[in-house]
């Protein structure tokens, strides 16, 4: 007699892209970011988990829709609608972001794992990557997309560590619906850097493509196949978008308390990496809080790299008209795998060639904080193109969402250059 899965397996069963892309959002770079976040300003920056959620359902909402509706990823559909001189040059940046965000998060992988066993963490980032490439070049898409499910659950590692933290849940409250606003350098600084971290270019060509690869798995492996959706469709994406993008902010809003609540109240402010938070906490919360929230890291970064390196070999393949895809044999997509291979070898290499990490990951930043509103005004002109979406223009509110959210991150890239120069 067959067994019937757990409640678990079925719950992850019925979630797609978003949940995935809402969890590598939480990469150990990111994890850095809301550490810094609540060791340097205590629970003062949680409302934002709140007004940030709305702009990151509505950016990978319509960045799902173009891959339903055109059945193409986001780098085929700019291809497709503008100027090769304009797509390339985002794409190249979005490549060297990704790369050096990759490199970071390797990093932090081998940093955090040296804290569990006693080996380096420059021994150990060698056989992270190898590991992390061999499952995207030679596992499946189906096995590609059920090990990122389950490596979303290392994620309430962080849910975890705030409850070890016993953190004062009043102040908590208080940072979360009542916001607090400050013309202080640093905490114009962090809310850029928490906004810039949240909505991420590489989500878009991610979220996209993936609706595409779920099409394929399903058998519409030709573009007529795949062109079109259904109101069912769509509301399946928004659901699932909606999903992974909350399960993403309550795992920043933890991790905001977590650090709020031990290194922010003990005054241990100056953390710079996921590591650094791991080490801190442990004598201030235990042993068993710094571990828990290293197995976290550890699990993020897993899930986040590939994701990295995938979306480049998304953007460059759409860009160019390459062959590509998870579910397509290497043979098949070269181009696509050896962008993948050597986006992760780079990122590999940066941990050897003596560039702090704070450094790249600022740089990697600033060029985010660049693409992201200029990737959301192509999107927002995708998603009203008619030869593109057909009848499945957005609907007034859509555009009033996704124009706003592109006017604030707009805000966000401005304010970082005026705050960080």
């Given at each position: ?58 950016a990978?909402?319509?960045c ?44 932090a ?43 979303t ?138 571990l ?12 986040a ?107 966000a890239?401005v ?7």
């Amino acid at each position: 007699m067959r067994r019937e899965p757990g409640w678990l397996r079925r719950f992850l069963a019925v979630l797609g892209p978003g949940l995935i892309t809402g969890a590598s959002d939480d990469d150990p770079s990111g994890i850095a970011t809301y550490s810094v976040a609540g060791a340097t300003l205590g629970y003062s920056t949680l409302w934002t988990a709140i007004v940030s959620f709305p702009m990151m359902v509505i950016a990978q909402f319509l960045c799902a829709k173009i891959g339903l509706v055109s059945g193409r990823g986001l780098g085929e559909a700019m291809r497709l609608r503008f100027p090769r001189y304009v797509v390339v040059p985002m794409v190249a940046g979005l490549v060297i972001a990704n790369t050096i965000n990759a490199g970071a998060d390797i990093g932090a992988i081998g940093a955090c794992m040296n804290l569990l066993v006693p080996i380096p963490a420059a021994i150990l980032v060698v056989p992270i990557g190898g590991l992390i490439l061999a499952l995207q070049v030679w596992g499946s898409y189906r096995l590609i997309a059920s090990v990122f499910k389950w490596l979303t659950l290392a994620l309430f590692a962080y849910v975890a560590s705030a409850f070890f933290a016993s953190p004062d849940w009043g102040a908590a409250l208080r940072g979360t619906f009542v916001p607090t606003l400050s013309l202080d350098k640093g905490y114009l600084m962090t809310l850029v850097a928490i906004l810039g971290t949240t909505i991420s270019p590489y989500m878009f060509f991610w979220q996209a493509r993936l609706e595409v690869e779920e099409d394929i798995e399903m058998g519409r492996r030709y573009l007529y196949q795949r062109v079109g959706t259904t109101d069912a469709e769509l509301r399946y994406a928004a659901w699932d978008v909606n999903t992974g993008m909350l399960f993403s902010q309550v795992v920043m809003f933890f991790i905001i308390v977590a650090t709020a609540a031990t290194l922010h109240a003990s005054g241990h402010t100056n953390v710079q990496t996921a590591a650094d938070v791991a080490k801190a906490l442990e004598p201030i919360a235990g042993r068993a809080a710094g571990l828990v929230l290293a197995i976290g890291m550890i699990g993020a970064g897993f899930l986040a790299v590939p994701v990295l390196t995938a979306s480049s070999g998304f953007a460059l393949a759409g860009a160019f008209n390459w062959k590509q895809g998870l579910s397509t044999k290497p043979g098949r997509a070269p181009q696509f795998y050896w962008t993948i291979a050597l986006s992760t070898l780079v990122g590999v290499l940066i941990n050897f060639i003596g560039i702090s990490p704070v450094a790249a990951l600022f740089w990697a930043a600033v060029i985010n904080g660049v693409l992201a509103p200029a990737l959301l005004v192509f999107v927002m002109l995708l998603t009203n193109d008619k030869r593109l979406m057909g009848t499945r223009l957005n609907t007034p509110l859509m555009n009033a969402g996704g124009w706003a959210t592109t006017a604030a991150m707009a805000a966000a890239a401005v304010a970082m250059f005026v705050f960080w120069r």
